[in-house]
């Protein structure tokens, strides 16, 4: 249905009803991400590795939300009139250094605001924005929120490094010879050891590798019968088709698109069959459009990261073809052209009416609809709807993102930090870690200049974001970063996952040079054949002709 509303052949699809419904059952046929960690933990320990114990909803939990600093002279150059500028100047100047010492974490917010109160006399200004949604604030740990983790290539990098310079000579692929090497060298081989990491991913791809290499000694297993794999299985041929008409879609309900004549439209369902006439009909037609989009974006945002997480856990290539197919689709800029806005005023919008909500609606008599009850909306000071579709859009982009370096390019030619810094005001903290995430990837590659005038955000990213022992996201020295590998990366991973797909899945899949070769006589000859009539009646004159009356040279037979 989504692709034909988008092909245009049916545009009178209900498309907001059709994509809640689409999220909710595939949200009930293949689990909640509650359910994705612990069916993960069962397949970590089907694989012989250690399970998870840290979940991001619950750590996530005991952090803290701060804004950078940077927000902080924005907020006082909007409430601060012109007319006392002068006199603020210096007052002015002091925050700004004391914001530049101060831990992001430590009361910074609170005294700027009480600096600014104290200046303005508690005088209500309306070009203020709406508080952001802050809930209640835990109690501050001083120990890092997550445990560090090193990759097994990390480690072999460090090894490799090391017996160049002190040894000379390498030993590929071992891991515990430590001859030659000082002292401090074996104190960081232990400590990288203490948190060596081997996710289900690298053991999928290493799996993947000995199939290709042994065909015949490593055979493909039985496929697992989950929700997921059969999922997979019915749309991997579609499936670059449905990627660009969901994104189609949520290009259109993003509210920085700007309405175009070859855009589609997803307002049939809300638009009236005649234009209001009066201005109560103007305002709630303005406020179910808003609201109508607002449905669209949650329900792709959501539906795409459920599909990412369960494919990944399904197969790590799974997940690779379908982020593949995404970044294809530009779904990279798409995001990005998301967050290019006003995200304080997105994530505080009022797009509900209480009246006409459910329960509220079908409860006890319903007061009469005036201008009134649609201007004041609810009494939340934040739209959850909106946060929790940022909170996708951002965890859809750290997934396809991460660990390629072609990828994280885009973000920087795209200039995506000043727009990722913008979403840091927004003092949610699983927001702004996956925020937080994104810049990391990018840091290495924006430049000293942006280091230096950016440490309150570096400092947030030190403080929030998992350490990687030995990555120096902070000063650009990765190897892996050269950017002539970046297409040869990705032509890789593509070949090794069409490789997979055809190989799992395509009918024709299977390399007819591997098949096993019936050299049995008695099965060879036992097979029955379905000899055409005529056949049967001129036999005589075909082995008379093709047989006896041919010379064969039986020499040359045996040779080929």
């Not at 539906?303 to 399904?314: D, N």
Request: with cysteine; net charge positive; hydrophobic share 40%.
């Amino acid at each position: 249905m989504v692709t034909k509303f988008c092909s245009g052949s049916a545009p009178h699809f209900p498309m907001k009803k059709v994509l809640l419904l689409l999220w909710k059952t595939v949200l009930t046929s293949l689990g909640s991400l509650d359910e994705v960690h612990k069916w993960k933990n069962q397949k970590r320990a089907n694989a012989d590795l250690p399970p998870l114990t840290e979940d991001t909803h619950e750590v996530c939990k005991s952090m803290r939300a701060a804004s950078p600093p940077a927000s902080a002279a924005d907020l006082i150059e909007q409430q601060l009139p012109k007319r006392n500028m002068r006199g603020s100047k210096k007052v002015l100047e002091n925050l700004i250094k004391q914001s530049s010492l101060d831990d992001p974490f430590e009361n910074g917010d609170d005294e700027i605001t009480k600096e600014i109160e104290a200046m303005i006399g508690q005088e209500e200004d309306d070009r203020l924005p709406p508080p952001s949604p802050r809930p209640d604030t835990p109690v501050a740990s001083k120990r890092l929120p997550w445990t560090p983790k090193v990759r097994q290539r990390d480690l072999e990098s460090f090894l490799e490094y090391s017996r160049a310079k002190f040894v000379g000579l390498q030993i590929p692929g071992d891991l515990n010879s430590l001859a030659g090497l000082p002292q401090p060298i074996h104190e960081g081989v232990k400590v990288l050891k203490q948190h060596l990491y081997t996710s289900l991913s690298e053991v999928q791809i290493k799996r993947e590798e000995e199939i290709t290499k042994n065909p015949l000694s490593r055979p493909e297993t039985e496929l697992p019968n989950t929700a997921s794999e059969i999922l997979y299985q019915a749309m991997w041929n579609n499936l670059p088709q449905y990627m660009i008409a969901l994104l189609k879609i949520l290009l259109a309900a993003a509210p920085t698109s700007k309405a175009k004549t070859d855009s589609i439209n997803i307002l049939a369902d809300v638009l009236p069959e005649e234009m209001p006439t009066t201005v109560l009909q103007s305002m709630k037609l303005g406020i179910d459009v808003n609201r109508h989009k607002e449905v669209i974006v949650k329900a792709i945002s959501g539906l795409l990261l459920l599909l990412l997480k369960h494919f990944k856990l399904s197969h790590i290539y799974q997940f690779e073809y379908m982020s593949q197919h995404l970044v294809f689709a530009n779904c990279i800029p798409l995001v990005l052209k998301f967050f290019n806005q006003n995200i304080m005023s997105y994530v505080s919008a009022k797009n509900n009416v209480p009246v006409l909500d459910y329960p509220n609606f079908v409860i006890g008599e319903q007061p009469e609809l005036t201008a009134e009850n649609l201007e004041s909306g609810d009494e939340q000071q934040f739209c959850w709807r909106n946060i929790f579709s940022c909170i996708n859009l951002l965890r859809i982009l750290n997934k396809l993102t991460k660990w390629k370096h072609s990828r994280t390019m885009m973000l920087v030619v795209f200039k995506s930090a000043p727009i990722l810094k913008r979403a840091l005001k927004v003092k949610h903290a699983m927001m702004q870690l996956y925020v937080l995430k994104l810049l990391k990837m990018q840091t290495k590659y924006l430049g000293r200049q942006w280091r230096k005038s950016n440490m309150k955000t570096m400092s947030a990213i030190y403080q929030k974001v998992r350490h990687r022992l030995n990555d120096d996201w902070a000063y650009g020295n990765d190897m892996d970063a050269r950017p002539w590998d970046f297409q040869a990366e990705e032509c890789a991973l593509r070949a090794c996952v069409d490789h997979f797909n055809n190989r799992r899945y395509s009918s024709n899949g299977s390399d007819p040079e591997l098949k096993p070769v019936d050299n049995c006589l008695t099965s060879v000859l036992g097979q029955y054949i379905e000899l055409a009539p005529e056949f049967k009646d001129n036999y005589e004159k075909w082995i008379e002709r093709e047989v006896f009356t041919t010379q064969i040279d039986w020499d040359q037979v045996l040779k080929h």
